[in-house]
């Protein structure tokens, strides 16, 4: 597979700035490290994967959907990634792995440390701002519509 090397060095420098531990397979371009976060979804872990002219961060947890929920979850995603402006959440309906995803596009320009920093940090900030919403989902708690309600005050 190719990968833009320069992104990748980019990223990682971010990265070791930042004083995270990572792997990276120099193969595919792909890094990955976990980060404690706030809130009950304590181990958020990301898969970076770089090609020759954008990366993708994804930012995981450690809980999947089952299929009694999957419906519900979908229905919070949905008002969830309607209502932010960076990035999104997903959803494999397969095994039901719940993610947040932040694509950068590089085509043309060379992001900033800030641009990588802050597409490392979204998805923690949506972990943090939706994560006790999105576990009342994942356990029947809550309707979609009930726990994106409660997120958002409304």
């Not at 809980?63 to 999104?88: H, P, S, W």
Request: aromatic fraction near 12%; glycine fraction near 6%.
């Amino acid at each position: 597979m190719s990968y833009s090397k320069q992104i990748a060095n980019l990223v990682m420098s971010c990265l070791d700035n930042q004083e995270l531990n990572y792997d990276f397979n120099q193969e595919d371009g792909i890094i990955r490290f976990s980060i404690s976060n706030a809130g009950k979804l304590k181990n958020i872990r990301f898969i970076i994967g770089i090609w020759d002219s954008d990366y993708v961060v994804f930012a995981s947890i450690d809980l999947n959907a089952d299929k009694d929920v999957q419906a519900e979850m979908c229905d919070f995603m949905t008002r969830v990634n309607y209502a932010i402006k960076f990035g999104n959440f997903e959803m494999d309906h397969r095994d039901g792995e719940i993610r947040f995803r932040v694509a950068v596009d590089c085509d043309d320009c060379t992001p900033s440390e800030e641009v990588i920093k802050n597409s490392l940090y979204i998805p923690l900030m949506m972990y943090r701002d939706y994560g006790d919403a999105l576990l009342s989902v994942l356990f029947g708690m809550k309707t979609g519509a009930e726990a994106f309600e409660d997120a958002r005050g409304e």
